[in-house]
């Protein structure tokens, strides 16, 4: 059974990786024996280590230049920008079980933080249920009030794997969620696609307008007989990762595949909701449940798939706009758990995306995060000796025949491979 994001049921190891794959990957940059774009390469500048399973990295918005570091068992713990804080943040290791793809999951800061003192944490309960509960920082900000959680959703899960766990706001405010398919494999339960149940499912809520949340007015299926509100699109396997373009408001989600496709969606800003990324009917670009004739035509396919010969589990980054990496700007940084592959992508200039490897390190990457200026930082997950890696571009080459470095403006340069189809096609 193929297992999600953070199902290790392996002993870690790199997926063994041949020339004719790489071939294959990257064909049109080593047939042609010079890179046309995207030639930046980056390198994991270590931030901390020892940590203890890190599953998601965030920040306050408050100006004062910390991260937020959440540790799957329970904890969510400060990095000042020179050591972890003790005692934590936030611990509610009591409340969470975690192991597998179970635990304290994700965590986000209300936009109005520095007012209200507000994040919002996506947890595993000790029955197996995802919760998303709202906390409270202390009087003191390096310590929230671990007794000021109040649960706004409980989702049941049927299973132990496929929880989602991201929360972020949106630029609209409202508070997006995502929740898993509920687990076991093949969506045995066709949760993705029903649109009765929140699991498989990106969800909007609006924290500010009632208590505990709202269904903000303009979600795509209110009023729609037999659905939930809450939901914003659907179709998801896994969406353990996804995130906002911070310049453009895009959104950009990670949809962890079963046996043989990862892939990356895109939602436009202007998007009003409702999108069907096409799970169990698909995953990546083919049939699944059918075989055959599983699309009608209303399906949103993926910008982005590889197969499990390059990965096993993706998983979701960001759009880089921060400043200390100009060769980054405008790349879509996300990464592969098993094979520890990160890549850079962006829009062809021919309505498709193009991708490149950035770096093949040797790390199990549970997340990427940002800090407040926009710099991108991502996990490895180890039990006893996890890790937290910023990204920094470590070079360019010169040969680029199109003289494009990724920096943003290299629409219409020939990508090292194009893992992209129009979307609409059919399987
Ligand atoms: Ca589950
Ligand atoms: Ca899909």
Redesign the pocket.
């Known amino acids: 059974m193929k297992l999600g994001a953070l199902g290790i049921r392996f002993t870690p190891r790199k997926l063994v990786r041949s020339a004719t794959l790489t071939a294959l990957f990257c064909g049109l940059l080593f047939s042609s024996g010079a890179a046309s774009w995207g030639a930046v390469t980056i390198r994991a500048k270590a931030v901390v280590t020892g940590l203890s399973n890190p599953v998601d990295i965030t920040h306050a918005g408050d100006g004062l230049g910390r991260l937020f570091i959440v540790l799957q068992g329970g904890r969510i713990v400060i990095f000042n920008g020179l050591q972890i804080l003790a005692p934590p943040f936030l611990d509610i290791t009591s409340l969470v079980s975690s192991g597998g793809e179970r635990g304290l999951l994700g965590a986000a800061f209300h936009p109005n933080y520095v007012a209200n003192g507000f994040f919002y944490v996506s947890y595993t309960d000790v029955a197996g249920a995802s919760v998303i509960a709202r906390y409270s920082v202390s009087s003191d900000p390096d310590r929230a009030d671990p007794t000021s959680g109040v649960i706004l959703l409980t989702i049941p899960q049927p299973f132990s794997n496929h929880n989602g766990g991201q929360l972020q706001f949106g630029p609209d405010g409202y508070l997006y969620i995502g929740i898993g398919d509920g687990g076991s494999g093949g969506d045995p339960q066709n949760n993705g696609q029903d649109l009765g149940t929140l699991l498989g499912k990106i969800l909007r809520i609006d924290v500010d307008s009632g208590f505990p949340f709202t269904v903000p007015p303009d979600n795509p299926f209110v009023g729609f007989v037999g659905a939930r509100e809450e939901i914003w699109s659907f179709?998801l396997r896994n969406p353990w990762r996804f995130s906002f373009d911070r310049l453009t408001g895009d959104m950009f989600v990670a949809?962890v595949g079963q046996n043989s496709y990862e892939?990356v969606?895109f939602q436009p800003a202007n998007s009003t909701g409702g999108e069907n990324?096409?799970?169990r009917l698909?995953?990546?670009n083919s049939c699944f449940n059918p075989a055959s004739n599983c699309n009608n035509g209303t399906l949103t396919?993926?910008i982005l798939v590889y197969d499990h010969n390059v990965g096993c589990s993706v998983t979701g980054g960001y759009r880089y706009r921060g400043s200390k990496n100009p060769n980054l700007n405008g790349l879509y940084l996300y990464g592969d758990f098993c094979t520890g592959l990160i890549w850079g992508s962006q829009e062809d200039g021919l309505g498709g995306w193009k991708t490149t490897v950035l770096s093949d390190t040797n790390f199990l990457i549970s997340t990427f995060g940002e800090d407040e200026s926009g710099e991108i930082y991502f996990a490895h997950r180890s039990a006893t000796d996890g890790a937290i890696y910023q990204v920094v571009e470590s070079s360019t080459t010169t040969n680029s025949a199109s003289g494009s470095s990724g920096g943003g403006g290299g629409g219409g340069a020939v990508g090292c491979f194009v893992a992209t189809v129009a979307q609409g096609s059919q399987e």
């Open positions: 179709g949809d892939e969606n990324y096409g799970w698909m995953e990546g396919l993926p």
